[in-house]
């Protein structure tokens, strides 16, 4: 079955960089778009970033272009998120999840438990 | 890139329909029939519900069917259980710059 598992959230402080990891397993991870959504506390979701099945595209929302950066490592099934230049807005609740569609990848089927991360001094 | 907009609370009696709208503009729910709709239990991850407008994952109650007019895109939950009870959101494809956007949320009440 699809699993997706994140990891690397904590506490780190405004201006601070964190690094997410999102391990997959169940599928063939190379041939699917992934993305990163994120929900702030008590919030809704917002999408953050995705990336192409051979990394080649990569798009970022405005809100955190130029200091997140999405990658993946297709031999180790693994997504990846560096955040660098934390700032207090950036606390919430990071998600994995895989992108289908056949034409336009264009839904989440389906997403990992979260990882928190929270930006504060 | 503006979040869709949805309403924030709709409720019902067990067994009734109840309809979620997704109000976008002609550059994301109106361009194209890619709206996804997403369950949110309190503390767990969101479910896909259904896709491309109306198709339903498998797994998926046939309780749950989705539609589009225009600019606004609907959720309709059938025979509502008390299961169903959560945050429901939607999320329509907006070309390849910023290709997602998200509704605002919405929260079902089952009386």
């Known amino acids: 079955q699809v699993q997706l598992v994140e990891s690397g959230g904590g506490l780190v402080k405004p201006g601070g960089s964190l690094r997410l990891s999102c391990a997959a397993s169940?599928?063939?991870?190379?041939?699917?778009?992934m993305s990163w959504i994120r929900q702030a506390p008590g919030k809704g979701l917002e999408w953050v970033s995705y990336?192409?099945?051979?990394?080649?595209?990569?798009y970022y929302a405005d809100s955190v272009k130029g200091r997140f950066t999405i990658s993946r490592d297709n031999a180790k099934n693994s997504l990846y998120l560096q955040m660098n230049s934390l700032r207090a807005e950036d606390t919430a609740v990071y998600y994995c999840?895989?992108?289908?569609?056949?034409?336009?990848?264009?839904?989440?089927?389906?997403w990992g438990q979260g990882t928190l991360v929270t930006v504060s001094s | 890139q503006s979040a869709l907009t949805q309403p924030a609370s709709v409720s019902g009696s067990p067994g009734q329909s109840i309809t979620i709208s997704c109000t976008g503009t002609?550059?994301?729910?109106?361009?194209?029939?890619?709206v996804s709709w997403y369950q949110q239990h309190p503390g767990k991850a969101p479910k896909l519900m259904i896709y491309?407008?109306?198709k339903r994952p498998s797994g998926v109650s046939n309780r749950f069917s989705g539609s589009k007019s225009g600019n606004t895109a609907s959720l309709t939950i059938s025979g509502l259980q008390a299961e169903d009870e959560a945050d429901y959101y939607c999320?329509?494809?907006?070309?390849?710059?910023?290709?997602?956007?998200f509704g605002t949320g919405t929260k079902v009440t089952v009386l």
């Open positions: 999840a895989r992108v289908g569609g056949s034409m336009v990848a264009n839904y989440f089927d389906y």
């Open positions: 169940g599928f063939t991870f190379s041939d699917y778009y």
């Open positions: 990336i192409s099945s051979s990394g080649s595209t990569i």
């Open positions: 002609s550059s994301d729910v109106g361009s194209y029939n890619l």
């Open positions: 491309e407008v109306s």
């Open positions: 999320c329509s494809y907006a070309g390849s710059s910023t290709p997602y956007v």
